[in-house]
């Protein structure tokens, strides 16, 4: 007969038995021996409760959780450097900064493992110092020697050893007091000491102060070799390599989460991915308490569980769409998670001890830094993603999306190709984004429409079919973008600025006018508070700075002045719009209208100085695809524009500005 759980009912005189070999499974599983006591104390509480209970059930399932748990299972990191950089460069174009940051991590474990042990010989006789350096440099340590205790403080002063070898009895410094000032000042150098005056009251006397092992003389080089090897063990966790954690932030479709699969797939580790957008119960991350029924563990652990390693790549997606609500704070409950110092001694609420998570390699993404609150983000090392130029777009498409399209169209059997003429129509006509998901669904409906084509009057076999112009705007039809700045006329009042969303750079454009009125500023356009405080700022300036700028001092005098920024149900705010309100209002009063391909982002204060933003190779990505033959960026932020790359600057002048006075004749048009 078989109970509720599915589990035969067991016979009373069967009981020791089945906690016979539940005691058994725990003690053959490798893991922390203060967990394998807790889970014996368990196994004992289940001798005393009834197989009926639900105490029982409860129990037998905490006990498998646990011992089905990867304590030290890890996979061995592939350290190959060459390998891992041919796998992100097949695998991702462009994202330099990203490769090269994975690769220094790669470097840093490289180096840390391939470093020798080092080991300090500390022996006022000459021949045991000389026999030991020989036989311990043959077992491939890296030995040095110290004539006496005084000697060695010296040395240990500007050098730190794995392990130190001390004798007892020494003039001025014996090994008892280099004992006590090796664990006072590094205590996971481990201690060995040697003497011809070995008693049982003297070698518990060091043992108590932290000496490893105490060896008498005349020495056994075996019995050397083993206890060295069992003392550099001992320490070997201490040189483990935190792993970092990393948060790619960036516009949607340019790659964060594959970049993950790459890093896992470049080290040879399991990959792990859980979704954080609209996570609310703080015990998605923490886990369930065992009172409460059908209590779980967090979604972390579940995931380790499931991929049977300690050290995967574990990525958490969206962690900028974190939620809060009544049943607690998740992004919180990461904050012990995402701090290498801490995360070695994990509480999971339903395993009631602690886990280590200091060899996961966690790796965030995110649109913008922005919602992400301060205390979780200084556990980051965030790594900007800019969005693709229509270069690397063209490249990405022809190894990548092209193949991947016509595969899922069924055009395997046919020769598909696109020329580059057609990509960068697609591309410009088609697509306004700053990744890639539009470029690559536009590809796939090219596909899919010549295979309904094919569908209804078959192409002979082995027929190549090519994508041109003419054929991707016949099958997709005529462009939803256009480029609107290139032929726009210059107007009176109009002026051209460069924007940063989560989606990548824009171009936006700024209108002023003025009437008749009662010296108000009416500002319009879904502009937030800051743009609203930029705009006053601005028409402060120039108010008082009439003379600098040719303007009649009462200008404002019976007028209201009205800036409006265009799509207006489009919410719009952020610090880089002061320097083009500016130049808007300066052509408004001037009558000189705005060159329409000078495109300008800058803060301006009421000095008149334009302060550095953010946002620079985005904004001149968008600045190149708009048709802007010249952009203006705050002097500042030339150090920015230096890092990007010159094919991105290629065929548009750049221009620095420190102050509005310097660039206002660039910007208006001679009248």
């Not at 725990?26 to 104390?41: S, T």
Request: charged share 30%.
């Amino acid at each position: 007969m078989k109970g509720i759980f599915g589990r035969k009912e067991t016979d009373p005189d069967e009981i020791p038995s089945e906690i016979e070999e539940i005691r058994r499974a725990v003690m053959d599983r490798q893991m922390p021996e203060p967990v394998e006591k807790i889970l014996l104390k368990e196994v004992d509480k289940l001798s005393k409760i009834s197989p009926a209970s639900a105490e029982y059930t409860i129990g037998i399932n905490y006990i498998d959780y646990l011992t089905t748990l990867p304590w030290g299972t890890c996979t061995d990191d592939n350290l190959d450097m060459d390998r891992a950089e041919k796998i992100l460069n097949q695998d991702h174009c462009g994202l330099d900064k990203i490769k090269e940051r994975i690769l220094e991590h790669l470097a840093v474990r490289l180096m840390k493992l391939s470093a020798k042990n080092t080991i300090l010989v500390v022996d006022d006789e000459r021949l045991t110092r000389e026999n030991l350096q020989h036989v311990l440099t043959r077992e491939g340590y890296e030995v040095s020697c110290a004539e006496g205790g005084a000697r060695a403080l010296e040395i240990l002063e500007t050098r730190r050893f794995d392990l130190v070898i001390t004798d007892l009895k020494m003039d001025k410094v014996d090994g008892m007091t280099l004992l006590d000032r090796i664990k006072a000042v590094t205590p996971s150098t481990e201690v060995i000491i040697i003497t011809g005056y070995a008693t049982v009251l003297t070698a518990v006397d060091a043992i108590k102060r932290g000496s490893f092992h105490f060896i008498a003389k005349p020495l056994k080089l075996d019995e050397v070799r083993s206890t060295v090897k069992k003392a550099l063990d001992k320490g070997a966790g201490t040189v483990d390599i935190k792993s970092p954690v990393l948060c790619f932030t960036g516009p949607p479709g340019i790659g964060k989460t594959s970049l993950g699969k790459s890093i896992a797939r470049s080290l040879k580790r399991k990959f792990v991915r859980i979704s954080l957008a609209g996570m609310r119960d703080e015990a998605d991350i923490r886990g369930h308490r065992r009172s409460y029924v059908g209590a779980l563990p967090g979604r972390l652990i579940q995931e380790i569980r499931r991929a049977e390693t300690c050290n995967p790549v574990f990525m958490l997606d969206e962690i900028d769409k974190i939620g809060q609500d009544f049943k607690g704070d998740p992004a919180s409950a990461l904050l012990e998670v995402l701090d290498p110092h801490q995360n070695s001694q994990f509480m999971d609420n339903y395993l009631d001890v602690p886990y280590d998570l200091s060899r996961v390699m966690f790796i965030a993404t995110a649109n913008t830094v922005g919602r992400i609150p301060r205390p979780l983000l200084d556990r980051f090392e965030v790594i900007h993603m800019s969005g693709y130029t229509v270069g690397e777009k063209v490249n990405i498409a022809l190894r990548h999306l092209i193949p991947r399209a016509r595969k899922d169209a069924g055009l395997d059997a046919f020769t598909l190709t696109f020329t580059e003429g057609a990509l960068r129509k697609i591309i410009r006509e088609h697509t306004r984004e700053a990744g890639l998901r539009e470029l690559e669904r536009q590809i796939s409906s090219v596909c899919r429409k010549l295979t309904r084509k094919h569908l209804k009057q078959p192409f002979p076999p082995q027929t190549p079919l090519e994508m041109t112009q003419e054929t991707v705007e016949a099958l997709l039809g005529p462009g939803r973008y256009h480029i609107e700045i290139a032929g726009a006329k210059d107007r009176i009042g109009c002026s051209t600025g460069l924007a940063w969303t989560e989606t990548g750079g824009e171009i936006i454009f700024i209108e002023t006018t003025r009437m008749l009125g009662t010296n108000r500023l009416i500002l319009t356009g879904s502009l937030g508070d800051v743009m609203k405080e930029s705009a006053q700022a601005a028409l402060s300036y120039i108010r008082s700075h009439t003379e600098l700028f040719g303007i009649a001092p009462d200008f404002f005098n019976g007028q209201d002045i009205h800036i409006h920024v265009p799509a207006g149900a489009i919410p719009k705010d952020g610090p880089s719009a002061g320097l083009t309100i500016a130049m808007a209002l300066l052509s408004l009063l001037k009558k000189a209208p705005c060159r329409r391909d000078t495109a300008m982002t800058g803060e301006m204060t009421l000095s008149g100085r334009i302060l550095p933003v953010g946002g620079i190779k985005e904004k001149l990505l968008a600045a190149k695809a708009a048709g802007i033959k010249t952009a203006i960026f705050p002097a500042k932020n030339q150090a920015d524009i230096d890092e990007i790359d010159e094919s991105i600057k290629k065929n548009i002048r750049i221009l620095f500005a420190g102050e509005l006075s310097d660039i206002h004749d660039q910007v208006l048009a001679a009248t």
